[in-house]
């Protein structure tokens, strides 16, 4: 079931103009920034878009000028975990695994998952309660299960990527918050 989600999904958000995923993207970023959670941040985890995922551009932006600590997954493929990596700029990146931009090898900069207030959640499909389907291999779930201080994760949405509900694994992980170009949605948490 998830893997057919995913494919229809894809489809879906696939089909979106640039104009389309631009104008979206900026709406997103507006209503994330509104958030007192966004703004009392310091050490936000921020997800390096591609293809047509919602754009991280205008967040990204928007840190540097607040002089906020901008850290970002570089993917270990063998483990399937992610490594994190604050970075200064832009020109400390380049394409990498999967055709991600990551940070140039000489521009690593380690930092501790247990400093990030924020972590920025990337996905293909996301319900109302906070869950979500990625690309199926796990790299996030496993990364925000295993993190055991204060955080706040939040799945940023195409509007046309959200469902109702979505069948869920005891190893997926709730997402605190949803923001599409829409609305915000606050989840309550199963686990709490």
Do not use: W
Request: glycine share 4%.
């Amino acid at each position: 079931m998830k893997k057919e989600m995913r494919k229809n999904f894809l489809k879906k958000r696939n089909a979106l103009t640039t104009d389309d995923v631009n104008m979206k993207s900026k709406q997103i970023f507006y209503n994330l920034s509104s958030l007192p959670e966004y703004k009392n941040a310091n050490n936000v985890m921020v997800y390096l878009d591609f293809r047509k995922e919602v754009k991280t551009k205008y967040i990204i932006e928007d840190l540097f000028l607040n002089k906020k600590n901008v850290i970002v997954p570089i993917s270990k493929v063998k483990t399937k975990e992610l490594l994190l990596s604050k970075i200064n700029s832009f020109d400390d990146l380049t394409i990498s695994t999967y055709g991600i931009l990551e940070p140039k090898s000489e521009k690593i900069d380690i930092v501790s998952p247990e400093i990030i207030d924020i972590i920025l959640v990337p996905g293909v499909v996301f319900d109302k309660k906070g869950y979500r389907i990625g690309y199926g291999a796990g790299y996030y779930d496993k990364f925000l299960s295993n993190l055991s201080h204060n955080f706040t994760a939040i799945g940023l949405s195409y509007e046309l990527q959200l469902v109702d509900k979505i069948p869920k694994d005891k190893h997926d992980y709730q997402l605190d918050f949803i923001i599409t170009e829409e609305k915000i949605i606050k989840t309550k948490k199963d686990r709490e």
